[in-house]
């Protein structure tokens, strides 16, 4: 059994590590793609939020007091912005060290996965697999601690998020 799962792991692991070499994805270049997309996809949902209110003839705002679910997810889309702009204008901070790199990344997958940001998902565990490519030495010991103290910020937010939802879903049934 456990030569079976060797076998199937070995598979696996060297069937990613083609397709993230076919696709250039390293870690940089995951991190660069994941702070593009979390500064686009809020974006798109601003443009979908604000051509629904337009065809329904109702403003925004109405919109975000009529429907929590809505409302909590405009929390998310800022948050993801935020944070790809953070990551857009400091990519360097993230790729101190593999550690730090695997943290945030992982906590990235978990948020994520919450608020339901399937594509994100992907590129985080992307990012996790591919963070063997990093050192291992700390370059800058105080931008690992602060990428550490973000990371865990936004998936508290992200958490938080998901909490609420749940909590709508159940109030609904």
């Known amino acids: 059994m456990k030569v079976m799962w060797l076998a199937t792991k070995a598979k ?11 696709a250039h994805l390293d870690a ?8 593009y997309v979390l500064l686009v996809v809020p974006l798109l949902f601003w443009a979908m939020l604000a051509f629904n209110a337009t065809f329904t003839h109702t403003s925004i705002q109405t919109m975000l007091t009529k429907e929590a679910s809505i409302s909590i997810a405009v929390i998310v889309a800022i948050v993801d912005f ?56 700390v370059n800058d010991e105080k931008a690992a601690k602060m990428m550490n103290i973000i990371s865990l910020t ?11 939802l749940m909590l709508l879903e159940l109030r609904k049934s």
């Not at 696996?12 to 590590?17: A, E, H, P, V």
């Not at 936004?154 to 609420?164: A, D, G, P, S, W």
């Open 82 to 137: 935020c944070l790809g702009y953070y990551l857009m204008i400091s990519r360097k901070k993230v790729l101190t060290d593999r550690r730090s790199y695997h943290f945030f990344m992982g906590c990235q997958a978990i948020g994520q996965l919450l608020v339901g940001n399937i594509i994100c998902l992907l590129l985080a565990l992307f990012g996790m697999y591919q963070s063997k490519q990093l050192s291992t030495r």
């Open 28 to 35: 940089k270049r995951i991190l660069k793609w994941y702070s």
């Open 154 to 164: 936004v998936m508290i937010v992200f958490i938080l998020c998901f909490v609420f």
């Open 12 to 22: 696996f692991t060297s069937f990613l590590d083609r397709f993230l070499e076919n």
